[in-house]
């Protein structure tokens, strides 16, 4: 007697291969890495062999959102080991711990959320190409690849599109930049990812797509564009425009995106001025940043309840925020920020205080120059 698996188990089966062959070609990658740099590596001396570095940042936060407060820990690894002069071990890891206060009151609690952001290995193929394979951050949009880090960012609040353009892909990739003139320099990112749904943290959808950007660097203006294919289910397409500026003549820094989705649009700009070109107090101000935003979202074809699962607004929301960031030295800061959020579901202070840190620390001997 024949027995035929139904539609459900046949997904189910499906979705395991897939995750299993994910992985087996990463750990394949992983060993191929081995057998080539292994032997130069022990061929090196400790003078010109390549240092591995942990760094990263940690902090913690107060998030007060329409009177509701939430304390936020987090410490976020990063790995760096370099194997010889072409190829590069990377990953990023995130702990992450969000406690509030139940409905009744009574002490704190919440889930504490483990997540690896990134593991890819990378080879320096030449100055204009550098192949990944492996979890890397997905290349659409620069809020998710540059400015995510905790030391980075100039308010601490996520901008309101964050999920349509975040995420990890697990694939491949290739990247790099060349210039095109004296005045003009173009850098790209393409990528083609898998199915994995084996872990909630690593998981990854079927992609395809790729950034474009033009820099210029004589006024110091980076504009550029990204593009994403769903390779299944709905088969969606999600796009964005992107622009980076940082001004010469003064300290300020300007970024701000667009993305557009079936799970909705939306844009963010943000500006950040550091006040050491101010007259006076100047061992103060020198130390001070003041930074804002003014972003919108619009509701997609998803629901409410679908897009707030992921992330996103339940309904169209406009938001405005200003903060204060104080470096107490290289790599720590205390940061404050109020914000007013405008949505049919009802209007929101955001208020945030809290501290961050950036660490760096040689695993290995450094040689003296």
Partial sequence: M??????????????????RRTLSLLGFACLLVSFWTIPNLLAQTDSDRPVPILTGGAGYFTFVTAGQTQLDAQVNPVLLLPLGDRWLVESRAEFEGAFARPPGG????????????????????????????GRFLTPFGIFNERLYPIWIRSLQQDPLILPISTGSSDGMMLRGGFPVSAKVNLNYAVYVSAVSTGHNNLESDRNLGGRLGVFLPGPGLEVGGSWQKLLQDERSEAFGFHFAWQLRKLPLNLHG?????????GYWVDAA????????????????EVAGRTEQFFSGQIGADEAQAIGLPGANTREGEFGLNY????????????????????????????????????????SAP
């Avoid at 483990?114 to 320096?124: A, C, H, P, S, T």
């Avoid at 667009?258 to 649009?265: E, F, L, M, T």
């Fill in 257 to 265: 995106e667009y993305a557009r989705s079936n799970q909705g649009s």
């Fill in 327 to 366: 470096y107490l030295q290289d790599g720590l800061k205390v940061v404050a920020s109020y914000g007013r959020q405008f949505s049919p579901d009802g209007n929101a202070n955001l208020w945030t205080t809290g501290i961050a840190y950036r660490f760096a620390i040689p695993l290995g001997r450094v």
């Fill in 106 to 133: 009574g002490p704190y609690g919440g889930p504490v959320s483990k997540n690896l952001d990134y593991l890819q290995v990378d080879y320096i193929a030449n100055p204009y190409l550098t192949i990944t394979v």
């Fill in 273 to 288: 001025y550091r006040l050491n070109q101010v007259p006076f107090w100047q061992n103060t101000m020198r130390r001070l």
């Fill in 2 to 19: 024949s027995f035929k698996p139904s539609s459900e188990k046949r997904k189910l089966s499906l979705k395991k291969w897939m995750h």
